[in-house]
């Protein structure tokens, strides 16, 4: 978790994490997310692996993705994972307490806005928008590993557009007297622009295309002229970008939008 400022008030306010520590934890997190892509990219859309639904013991349906979601993250709430206010999990009604002891994380959100949770519109966006991007057509059947890949590049873009909260609560407290106003108002266009920092998405949106570039690149077609036109990567560079620019960050706006409407409550 982000490195905290604390104080011996013991508040909400005093564990808020410094506004270095929340970049330096976006850096990290642009790391998984590019690797995670490129892992899924192994494999093609494997698309019945999270289409075709058919009927369980239990009296439900469900794709083999959602079942394999499901029982990860049953086991991994049994472990404290949802303890920690960084990760939010995808089917909320089977979360279950956890059966170690777990760490106390110190408040860092405010009570009434730490529910804030988008995973329903990450699924949609991920599955029908976002994996038709950067994997190849074609179904070869391994559906379990593709399912596995998937929860990776979930968990990873869920918890970086669900650190949103994190960056709003930052914000707020850097400058409450802009931003009371329009939360008074419940003005969602108003904070939106308030939020808006277009040199710091330029950076981000530049930052991952060089990452993809480094990370994914296929050595074999490297040669010893070094002609920049024969290299090929395992995810277009160009491609992750576009994933950040028209999804991940205005999600993540979305995210703290959605806080800061809370945040007087």
């Not at 400058?175 to 108002?185: F, G, S």
């Not at 060089?210 to 074999?220: N, P, Y």
Request: glycine share 4%; charged share 30%.
């Amino acid at each position: 978790m982000a490195r905290v400022v604390e104080s011996d008030s013991g508040s909400v306010g005093s564990n808020v994490p410094s506004l270095d520590s929340i970049r330096e934890s976006l850096i990290r997190q642009e790391d998984t997310i590019v690797f995670s892509l490129i892992e899924r990219a192994k494999f093609p859309l494997n698309s019945p692996a999270f289409e075709e639904y058919r009927y369980l013991d239990s009296g439900n349906s469900s794709s083999l993705t959602e079942f394999f979601v499901r029982e990860i993250e049953i086991i991994q709430a049994k472990v404290g994972r949802y303890e920690n206010p960084e990760e939010n999990p995808f089917f909320l009604e089977n979360i279950p307490q956890s059966v170690f002891p777990t760490h106390k994380y110190p408040p860092a959100l405010h009570p009434k806005a730490l529910s804030v949770n988008i995973n329903k519109r990450i699924w949609d966006v991920y599955f029908k928008e976002l994996l038709p991007l950067f994997v190849k057509p074609g179904d070869d059947g391994n559906y379990p590993s593709t399912a596995t890949s998937d929860l990776a590049c979930l968990q990873a873009i869920s918890r970086r557009i669900h650190y949103g909260k994190f960056v709003a609560e930052v914000k707020f407290r850097d400058a409450p007297q802009d931003y009371e106003p329009a939360i008074r108002a419940q003005d969602t266009e108003a904070l939106m622009k308030l939020l808006m920092f277009e040199k710091v998405e330029e950076m981000v949106k530049k930052r991952v295309q060089k990452k993809a570039e480094t990370f994914g690149q296929e050595v074999k077609c490297i040669t010893d002229s070094g002609d920049e036109s024969e290299k090929k990567y395992k995810v277009d560079p160009l491609l992750v970008s576009r994933i950040y620019r028209e999804w991940l960050i205005p999600l993540t706006k979305l995210v703290e939008v959605e806080y800061l409407l809370r945040r007087l409550d």
